[in-house]
Nanobody, 121 residues
Framework: QVRLVESGGGLVQPGGFLRLSCAASETLTGIMSMAWYRQAPGKQRELVASIGLNGRANYRDSAQGRFTISRDSAKSTVGLWMNTLEPEGAAVYYC???????????????WGRGAQVTVSS
């Protein structure tokens, strides 16, 4: 039913900047958490950044001070601004949202299909 679609992935040079965006295919109500995960070849999926309903954000140590996550609950969107990207930041980035629908109390959890981020000269 609901799909999350990432956009903004691509190729950047080391030290470059890239912005990722994610939007739900339909308006979601009761969103609690939004996050970005990533998975590099041969490595385990890891949390990059998350942001709660209160706007508090948490970052992986390697992303702290360089990445910024933001949300717009009314539009069911979440963004990730990545500054000074390094080769270790190359991965497939996945969008995530969870919450509880206000009309009938169903809890939900959705994942995007992923956006490729390549860091290379």
């Amino acid at each position: 039913q609901v799909r999350l679609v990432e956009s903004g992935g691509g190729l950047v040079q080391p030290g470059g900047f890239l912005r990722l965006s994610c939007a739900a295919s339909e308006t979601l109500t009761g969103i609690m958490s939004m996050a970005w995960y990533r998975q590099a070849p041969g490595k385990q999926r890891e949390l990059v950044a998350s942001i709660g309903l209160n706007g508090r954000a948490n970052y992986r140590d390697s992303a702290q001070g360089r990445f910024t996550i933001s949300r717009d609950s009314a539009k069911s969107t979440v963004g990730l601004w990545m500054n000074t990207l390094e080769p270790e930041g190359a991965a497939v980035y996945y969008c995530y949202m969870d919450g509880e629908r206000r009309n009938w109390g169903e809890q939900y959890e959705y994942w995007g299909r992923g956006a490729q981020v390549t860091v290379s000269s």
